[in-house]
Every structure is written in structure tokens, then in C-alpha cells.
């Protein structure tokens, strides 16, 4: 069969200027993104935070149109409050990831927005579902996504396994985050994580200088 | 399709190929072609007659330089035709084993080790956190099969067996993985 391989332009417009994961752990989840905002070839922004929360244990990674990406976000936000608040307990993980794929269905035409949901319920524990362009939902125990994923599929295959504790998951997310930021140029800044679990969220950065380093050709 | 070298000490090289992907274009000379199968094919059957008529003419086997300058000259002089990358790796007796990548426009690079095709991609990540310089062969040929199985596992166009070629002074080794042997991952 034939292939294309160009390694000076891809063939296909990378839809993702961004790379992003998220690691199911016995316990709760560890999210990460990279920081970085493109407009063409100038950074729009080079601390962005894309790990944003939408209720007290659930957060979403958005890759994609920053604008469509919190356009969803705040109405799934709000969506998610009144239903929470109608049933008088914490939502769970499924019904806000549910919230983004029908707004993300809906519009797809419109829309450039992929999106990782990640967070804790006392139903299901830590969960991970990843909504990409198009609409599509399916839970999966690790995810990535954004133009930078492509790089880390195969580091992401054979670094993960089932039941890791959480520094491992934080670990394996910073360590794939950094390799991705290595290559794809739309990926960069600083590797910005969260570990969300019954507890709580804890959030921290790890700056450029800080970020493991490889040996590279 | 992964090239692999060891530079220093055990004078080991490890070129993988899949299906008729790998030319051998000299003794000691192995080609990975990438892209359109026609011109990669076209090309390194005009370059295996240009690297041993230049053989013949130096009474001395080739430079592996020589031979992926060779490609490179024909990628560049005809950019605007073909559609075809190149990994051209092996052994002289000048410097030992060594890698080059010929790029699509003609760009000609020499690097320790380089990977290429469509299911390159997928393992940057793991090819860059994994090698180390000065591997041994046992050690250069489970990090080769171990990016072929992760590559094949995500590239819908990649598959199938797993060939490998060590390229030593002493000759040429081939080794067929076919895909039910290949290292599993985690969700397979």
C-alpha cells in the first residue's frame, strides 16, 4: 500500500495546536497539558492554563479553537451546576462528559474542539473520557490528544499499565508531555498537572528547566 | 521502518525493514525507502548501478557517505517529480557503521539513529526517551522491535512482519518477527 511521507509539511493541516493526557489511577486521575496559545507562527500566549474545571472533582483538557474549546466549557459548566444542584449531590464524571459530547455532536460542523474529561465520582471512582472532533465519547484508562499526541502514542503504549499509583501516573504524564513538547512545535511552555481524587485537587507546574530531559539525535 | 546505530564500541548497526521495503544497494549498504513505493524504487535501482560502477571505478568498497549522497543528489536534482525518503545506513571500514537520512526535497543528514515513514510519528516520543548512545546489538534490537510493535500497533497503514538487518564488518543478518511474535503493549 502506498504511503506519503513528508517530513516538511504534513499533507493535512494539524487540527490540535496543543498536547494534552489524562491517567486513570486506583484512586482518581492525573491530568496534564502543555501551556502554550498559537495565532499562525506567534504564541499567543505562553502560560495558558487548558486544564480547566468545570465542577469541584471534574476538570476538562481543551485542545483545539481556544474560543469554541471555552465556549463549550462554560456551557457545560453551567449545565452541569443546575443539574447538580437539582439532585442535591456531586455529578458524576459520565453525565459531564455526556454534557460535552451532545453540545460537541450538536455543532460539530461549526466546531474545532477536542476535549479530555477527567475527574472523581464516588460511583465510578477516577475516570478519563475523551470527546475528539467530530463528537464521538468513549472512556478509556489513558488518553491523549492535540497535534502533540501523535508523538507520545508510542511512548504512552509502553509506559502505561494497569493499576499505577498516582506519582507514577504524574511521572508517565509529565514525562510524555515533555517529549511531546520536544517535537511538535505547536506544543511548549510549561507542563502544567492535576491530580484529582476524593481529597481534592492538587494542581502544580513544572517549569522548562525543570522538565525531565531525554537524549535525543 | 527504524534505523538504529551503535556508534563506538560494538560496531553494530540495525536497520528494520517491512515487506520489500529494504534495498540492499551494496554489500554493506542497505536503503529503507518511505513514500511512493514506484520512485523509491526507481531511485535506489538507478543508485545501486551509480554506487558500484563508482565501487569498480575506486577498486574499494564503497563510503556509506557516498552511497546516500548518491540518493541524495537524485532526490534533489529531480524534487520536483518524485515523492520518496530514504534511510541509507550501514558499514564502511572509514567510520564504522552509520546512518543517513535523505529527506523528501533532498536534505542529507547523518544522525545516530532516525526514524521514518508514516508511522514514525507515533514513536518520536518513545524513540526519544528509549535510546541511549552506544547500545549493544541485543539492546539495539529490542529497542528497534519494541518501536516497529508500537508504531505497527497505531499506523493503520503499517503492519504485518518485522524485519530487521544487522550490518556488522563480519556480514549481514536478517531477522523476521512476524506480528503475533512481536512485544505486546498494555491494551492489546
Not at chain 1, 166 to 181: E, H, I, T, Y
Request: aromatic content about 8%.
Amino acid at each position: 500500500m502506498l504511503t506519503l511521507y513528508n517530513p516538511i509539511c504534513s499533507l493535512y493541516n494539524p487540527i490540535y495546536y496543543t498536547t494534552i493526557m489524562a491517567v486513570e489511577y486506583d484512586g482518581g486521575v492525573v491530568i496534564g497539558a502543555d501551556s502554550r496559545t498559537t495565532t499562525g507562527a506567534y504564541i499567543a500566549n505562553r502560560v495558558t492554563d487548558k486544564l480547566t474545571p468545570i465542577h469541584d472533582r471534574i476538570f476538562c483538557c481543551r485542545s483545539g479553537s481556544a474560543a469554541d474549546t471555552q465556549a463549550i466549557a462554560d456551557v457545560v459548566t453551567y449545565q452541569l451546576g443546575f443539574h447538580s444542584i437539582e439532585l442535591d449531590e456531586a455529578p458524576l464524571v459520565q453525565t459531564a462528559a455526556n454534557l460535552f459530547k451532545a453540545s460537541c455532536y450538536r455543532y460539530r460542523e461549526e466546531l474545532m474542539a477536542g476535549i479530555i474529561v477527567a475527574g472523581w465520582d464516588k460511583r465510578r471512582g477516577g475516570q478519563v473520557y475523551t470527546v475528539p472532533v467530530g463528537g464521538m465519547l468513549v472512556r478509556q484508562p489513558v488518553s491523549v490528544g492535540g497535534s502533540g499526541s501523535t508523538y507520545i502514542y508510542g511512548y504512552m503504549d509502553s509506559n502505561y499499565k494497569p493499576n499505577m499509583t498516582k506519582d507514577q501516573c504524574l511521572r508517565l504524564v509529565s514525562g510524555a508531555l515533555s517529549l511531546a513538547m520536544e517535537r511538535d512545535g505547536s506544543s511548549g511552555g510549561v507542563v502544567r498537572l492535576a491530580a484529582i481524587s476524593e481529597t481534592g485537587v492538587d494542581r502544580q507546574v513544572i517549569l522548562g528547566n525543570q522538565l525531565p530531559k531525554w537524549s535525543t539525535a | 521502518m527504524v534505523g538504529v546505530e551503535d556508534l563506538v564500541h560494538f560496531r553494530y548497526y540495525v536497520s528494520s525493514k517491512t515487506i520489500n521495503k529494504l534495498i540492499q544497494v551494496h554489500d554493506r549498504i542497505f536503503c529503507c525507502i518511505a513514500g511512493s513505493l514506484a520512485d523509491a524504487q526507481a531511485v535506489t535501482k538507478a543508485a545501486k548501478f551509480q554506487i558500484s560502477f563508482h565501487s569498480i571505478q575506486m577498486e574499494s568498497p564503497p563510503l556509506v557517505k557516498a552511497a546516500a549522497s548518491v540518493l541524495k543528489e537524485l532526490c534533489y536534482n529531480n524534487k520536483e517529480e518524485l515523492q520518496a525518503g530514504f534511510i541509507t545506513a550501514g558499514w564502511d571500514r572509514k567510520k564504522g557503521p552509520q546512518v543517513y537520512t535523505v529527506a523528501l526535497g533532498g536534505m542529507l543528514l547523518s544522525q545516530p539513529f532516525t526514524i521514518g515513514g508514516s508511522g514514525s510519528t507515533y514513536i518520536y516520543g518513545y524513540a526519544d526517551a528509549k535510546y541511549k548512545p552506544d547500545m549493544s546489538k541485543e539492546e539495539c534490537l529490542q529497542f528497534a522491535t519494541n518501536a516497529l510493535a508500537l508504531a505497527m500497533g497505531r499506523d493503520n497503514v503499517s503492519g504485518g512482519v518485522a524485519h530487521l538487518v544487522v550490518i556488522t564488518e563480519e556480514g549481514v543478518e536478517h531477522i523476521v518477527i512476524p506480528g503475533d511474535k512481536l512485544p505486546k503493549f498494555h491494551d492489546e
